[in-house]
């Protein structure tokens, strides 16, 4: 399913595509299509929406000073 993410760092929206869809939570790093940037991306299972709801963060290696 495809899911809707902001990127933290250059704010452009795109689309991420999660495979995984049998309901546990989950955490990863992606790297965003505009800027290439890693974030982490948490993804919540919504049981009654049926789908993940995302928040995402900027990676750890990452703070203000950096963009
Ligand atoms: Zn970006």
């Known amino acids: 399913m495809e899911y809707k993410v902001q990127c933290p760092f250059?704010?452009?929206?795109f689309s991420i595509e999660?495979?995984?869809?049998?309901?546990?939570?989950?955490?990863f790093i992606w790297d965003c299509e505009?800027?290439?940037r890693p974030m982490d991306?948490?993804?919540?299972w919504d049981?009654?929406?049926?789908r993940f709801s995302l928040?995402?963060?900027r990676?750890?290696?990452f703070d203000e000073m950096a963009i």
């Open 18 to 27: 999660i495979l995984k869809e049998d309901g546990e939570d989950q955490e």
């Open 55 to 57: 928040s995402v963060d």
């Open 34 to 36: 505009i800027c290439c």
């Open 59 to 61: 990676g750890s290696g």
């Open 47 to 50: 049981e009654s929406h049926h």
């Open 10 to 13: 250059c704010r452009e929206k």
């Open 41 to 44: 991306i948490h993804a919540r």
